[in-house]
Nanobody, 112 residues
Framework: QVQFVESGGGLVQPGGSLTLSCTVS????????MNWYRQAPGKERELVAQ????????IYADFVKGRFAISRDNVKNTVNLRMNNLKPEDTAVYYC?????WGRGTQVTVSS
C-alpha cells in the first residue's frame, strides 16, 4: 500500500516562502515520476510541477514558473516543492501524486 507523509503547509504573507515535503513508502520511489498538484476552493485540481525519476526532466505550470522549484531525494524517498514569492492566488490544498495514488494534501494559505 502506498503511503504519503506530506508536510510544510501553512499560512504565509504575500511574497513569502514555504517548502512542502512528501515522503512516500510502499513503492520503489526512484522508479516513478512524482507530481505536485493543487486545488483551490471551487476550482479543479491542477498540475503544479512534475519531476522525472532522476530529476533531469522537470515541468512547471506556467503560473509557477520562476517562483517554485521541485526536487527529489531518491535515498529519502522524498519530493519537495520550494515555493517563493507566494501570491494570494496560490492559496490551495497541495497534493503529492504518483501514478494513481494521492496524498491527503496540505493546506497553503497566502494572506496578509
Amino acid at each position: 500500500q502506498v503511503q504519503f507523509v506530506e508536510s510544510g503547509g501553512g499560512l504565509v504573507q504575500p511574497g513569502g516562502s514555504l517548502t512542502l515535503s512528501c515522503t512516500v513508502s510502499g513503492i520503489t520511489f526512484s522508479n516513478y515520476y512524482m507530481n505536485w498538484y493543487r486545488q483551490a476552493p471551487g476550482k479543479e485540481r491542477e498540475l503544479v510541477a512534475q519531476i522525472s525519476t532522476t530529476g533531469s526532466n522537470i515541468i512547471y505550470a506556467d503560473f509557477v514558473k520562476g517562483r517554485f522549484a521541485i526536487s527529489r531525494d531518491n535515498v529519502k524517498n522524498t519530493v519537495n516543492l520550494r515555493m517563493n514569492n507566494l501570491k494570494p492566488e496560490d492559496t490551495a490544498v497541495y497534493y503529492c501524486h504518483v501514478l494513481n495514488w494521492w496524498g491527503r494534501g496540505t493546506q497553503v494559505t497566502v494572506s496578509s
